[in-house]
């Protein structure tokens, strides 16, 4: 089973309007780590945010907010005010067994977002 | 933010030569670092995990003969893949987690990867 399923191969949307990409996972892990991560063309991975499954408040950092909804088993990343430079690969990727350096990052299929005028 | 870096950025060779991709964490101690891969238009896919001074731990179906991993010290790691061929070409990130947590979690950072083309 996918640990981490992205439904959204593709979404548009106008400059300044709000989008939001989906996240779903599967984990019988009560610890986990959630994270998105931008790929622009150039390749580089560029962290995004993070929701910790213990954390009671959802993530927010800057423009992007996470929408953690932990019976759901969703997370899915708001980005407020698209820009231009937001058009780029997005990851959802979980990490699992507590926040120990060994533990691994699962990605999903990713999400490209291309922002329009 | 940390900075990984990874030499080469691009490399082409022919097909039975080895290739060695270098991943440096520049301004921090790395406990562990992972070297995925990625295909055009897909996710990345994680290869193998090691930690300074000891064996890599390779992902099931990775062959540890032919994509080898040393973690020489807490700021580099390599990834050789020998004989490589034509389906090997892919772009190879590699990704360096800090001993340091920023409270809630061990922060990793990617390098900008390689892209291995073999022809």
Known sequence: ?117 | GAVVSQHPSRVICKSGTSVKIECRSLDFQATTMFWYRQFPKQSLMLMATSNEGSKATYEQGVEKDKFLINHASLTLSTLTVTSAHPEDSSFYICSARSHRSSGRFYEQFFGPGTRLTVL
């Open chain 1, 1 to 117: 089973a996918q640990k981490i399923t992205q439904t959204q191969p593709g979404m548009f949307v106008q400059e300044k309007e709000a989008v939001t990409l989906d996240c779903t996972y599967d984990t019988s892990d009560p610890s986990y780590g959630l994270f998105w991560y931008k790929q622009p063309s150039s390749g580089e991975m560029i962290f995004l945010i993070y929701q910790g499954s213990y954390d009671q408040q959802n993530a927010t950092e800057g423009r992007y907010s996470l929408n953690f909804q932990k019976a759901r088993k969703s997370a899915n990343l708001v980005i407020s005010a698209s820009q231009l430079g937001d058009s780029a690969m997005y990851f959802c990727a979980m990490r699992e067994g507590g926040t120990g350096t060994a533990s691994k990052l699962t990605f999903g299929t990713g999400t490209r977002l291309q922002v329009t005028l």
